[in-house]
């Protein structure tokens, strides 16, 4: 889901932790109290930042631990409670924690499980190790940074338990009764003292638990949130076909059902699911033992390469291709998917600059063979579903080709990657992108205060007139045909598809200001959506933001204040004190601001809120664009009215 946050609370907010008292001081007792420490003092190497982004990786770091034991095939149930106190509990029903002494630390395995750095739950192997990324990095580390945390264990029709407070026991594994079924249970406090909000997102939850429940066929994950009685279970019989068909939901399927194939090929697990629609993106996501690759790797590679060839193969075979005189590429051959691509691999390799990209070179051509196999089948046994996706193939590449003829005339008309900027731009005088910024502001009117308002040394505007063209519904040929988008590539000067190059960037915040009303979120998720499908390393490299300029200007004699939310005013009010006197001013638009206020309130560095554009799941991002902008309207009615709540939260 693409989410914002606020500006303010990026920096990471990194604590010293203060030493645990408690234990014997011998040899091992020192050396877990030195790694629990160096995970309290530099929480953000652990767990990437100790925002909102990190809480609530905690919570998937233990929800792994119960997915792995149901990977090996012990548990079928995983069940996550949001407390009202910000707590969170995990239980499964697999083997349970083992809890027996450890021969080398004579100390519980659960001890050592719970207070060890990396010893994680995973001592006995042949399973699928998740590492690498954010994931793996072992529940110790969740223990290390919660307030309080304890563990119930039930094996062998007893439950043991124990307890721990910022990592540390606070006394040994103890009976705690009888119980039939085996699991384990964990709870925990995210501590205050780390991270700078503790509180748990149901919607961030409940979309990496679907993404789970979507990659391990048959799992059930119930959500229970306590504090509202919210709940939701996520449980899908057809797995990967289940996810392509929730990616597809609002859009035209070429044919009905997902291909969807599996097969284990040299201890290499390798399950793909794709549908093709009529639309013009692609949506492809890989993962490796259920950790989302986003920048790809040898899987993807595989398949990719798998793909173009079987199409191409089978083009050829029944010359579908020939009369139409064209070529298909790969770009060609993924116009309209929809796939996911999920491995399992006993020994990844991680590379990449998040970490994220699989470097196994076998698997490459594991993937490449299992997936020539079954589309080669596939497409023997499916003629009417083949031709219809060689047809849709053949356009695309038809209009890829009248694209190029189209860019080429724009390069060289209005220069779309030369440097010559558009004429409606105000620049900035700075040069360097990293301090400057630059604002797509919405309409002329409020185009012309911004100009007046700004701090020109750093500060760009850029007056967009009306809507630009709903990306979701036009092919790239058309998209670089539109007006308002060309002035948009040209300004940023970082070129679009097969040109984009983020390093050319002029501005390393691009901020859409647009109206705070109806019209005003639409245009912001036309854009929003035009970023997300052609410039989405923006997006990633946490270049996009959203201004937020104030709903009311609250006045009382000299007294003056603006306010951004309804809350506020009636606080504000409040505070002003509720005799005559008070004067409200509703902003609908941002032309109704002079310069001189639409400085002071929205554009002020020292003075604004901008929400940053993130995107933890883009799944879910692409799902919610394409259920929103896309040519469906019976699912997006249905969508905006059960999720009345998250839209509003998108479109703040
Ligand atoms: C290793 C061995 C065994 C169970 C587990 C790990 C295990 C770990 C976690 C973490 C959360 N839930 C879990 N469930 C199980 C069992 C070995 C055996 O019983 O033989």
Redesign the pocket.
């Known amino acids: 889901m693409a989410t914002v946050m606020k500006e303010s609370t990026r920096k990471n907010k990194e604590k010293a932790g203060k030493s645990a008292p408690g234990h014997a001081y011998d040899a091992t007792t020192i050396k877990v109290l030195e790694g629990l420490e160096a995970v309290r003092r530099r929480p953000a190497m652990y767990i990437g930042d100790v925002s909102q982004r990190g809480l609530h990786h905690t919570v998937y770091e233990v929800v792994d631990?119960?997915v792995d034991?149901a990977l090996a095939g012990f548990?079928d149930t995983i069940l996550v409670e949001l407390g009202k106190d910000n707590s969170v509990t995990v239980t499964?029903n697999?083997?349970?924690?083992?809890t027996e002494m450890h021969p080398e630390q004579k100390v519980s395995a659960l001890e050592v499980v719970m207070t060890t750095l990396h010893a994680g739950?995973?001592?006995?192997h042949d399973s699928y190790k998740v590492s690498g990324g954010l994931h793996g990095v072992g529940v110790s580390v969740v223990n290390a940074l919660a307030e309080w945390c304890w563990v119930e264990v039930c094996r062998d029709g007893e439950v043991k338990r124990q307890e721990y407070k910022r990592g540390v026991a606070t006394g040994r594994v103890k009976s705690a009764g009888k119980g039939k079924i085996t699991g384990?249970k964990t709870s925990y406090l995210p501590d205050s003292e780390i991270f700078t909000t503790v509180e748990m997102k149901f919607d961030i939850i409940a979309s990496r638990l679907r993404e789970l429940a979507f990659l391990n066929q048959g799992l059930k994950i119930i959500l229970q949130d306590h504090r509202n009685d919210k709940n939701e279970v996520f449980e899908y019989s057809g797995g990967l076909s289940s996810f392509v068909e929730y990616l597809n939901e609002n859009k035209t399927a070429l044919y009905k059902k997902p291909i969807h194939f599996q097969k284990t090929k040299d201890n290499v697990d390798v399950e793909v699911a794709m549908q093709y629609n009529d639309s013009y993106s692609e949506s492809v996501y890989s993962y490796v033992n259920n950790i989302h690759t986003i920048e790809g790797g040898t899987h993807l590679t595989g398949f990719r390469t798998a793909l173009t060839r079987s199409i191409n193969s089978y083009a050829s075979k029944y010359n579908l291709v020939k009369k139409n005189g064209v070529n298909l590429v790969g770009d060609d051959s993924r116009e309209g998917l929809t796939a996911v691509i999920s491995v399992r691999v006993r020994e990844p390799q991680f590379e990449g600059q998040t970490k994220t990209k699989l470097g196994n070179s076998e698997v490459r051509g594991i993937v490449e063979a299992v997936t020539n196999e079954h589309l080669g089948a596939f497409f023997e046994e499916n003629p009417s579903a083949g031709k219809k996706i060689v047809e849709k193939l053949v356009q695309a590449a038809t209009a890829r080709e009248a694209a190029r003829k189209a860019k080429e005339l724009t390069r060289r008309k209005t220069a779309l990657d030369s440097g010559a900027l558009p004429g409606k731009l105000a620049d900035c005088s700075l040069r360097d992108p990293e301090s400057c910024e630059i604002y797509i502001v919405e309409g002329d009117s409020a185009g012309g205060s911004a100009k007046q308002g700004r701090d020109r040394r750093y500060q760009a505007i850029l007056p967009l007139r009306g809507k630009i063209l709903n990306v979701e519904k036009s092919r790239i040929d058309r998209i670089l045909g539109n007006e308002e988008i060309r002035t948009i590539i040209t300004g940023l000067g970082c070129g679009i598809g097969d040109d984009f190059n983020v390093s050319k960037i002029r501005y390393h915040k691009i901020i859409i200001m647009t109206d705070a009303d109806v019209d005003g979120s639409h245009i912001r998720t036309l854009l929003l959506t035009f970023f997300f499908r052609y410039m989405r390393e923006l997006i990633d490299k946490g270049y996009m933001y959203i201004a937020q300029p104030p709903l009311f200007r609250v006045k009382k004699g000299k007294k003056e204040q603006y306010v951004y939310s309804e809350e506020e005013k009636n606080r504000v009010i409040k505070q002003f004190g509720k005799e005559s006197g008070v004067s409200i001013q509703r902003y609908k638009g941002l032309g109704e601001m002079n310069p001189e206020q639409l400085w002071n309130t929205t554009m002020d560095p020292e003075k604004r809120t901008l929400l940053q554009v993130t995107l933890d799941d883009a799944f879910e991002a692409d799902h919610l664009f394409s259920v929103l902008m896309g040519s469906e309207t019976g699912p997006r009615s249905k969508f905006i009215k059960e999720n009345a709540q998250y839209v509003r939260n998108l479109d703040i």
Do not use: Q
Request: negative net charge; hydrophobic residues 15%.
């Open positions: 631990n119960s034991e548990c499964d697999g083997r349970g924690i083992p739950g995973k001592f006995d384990t």
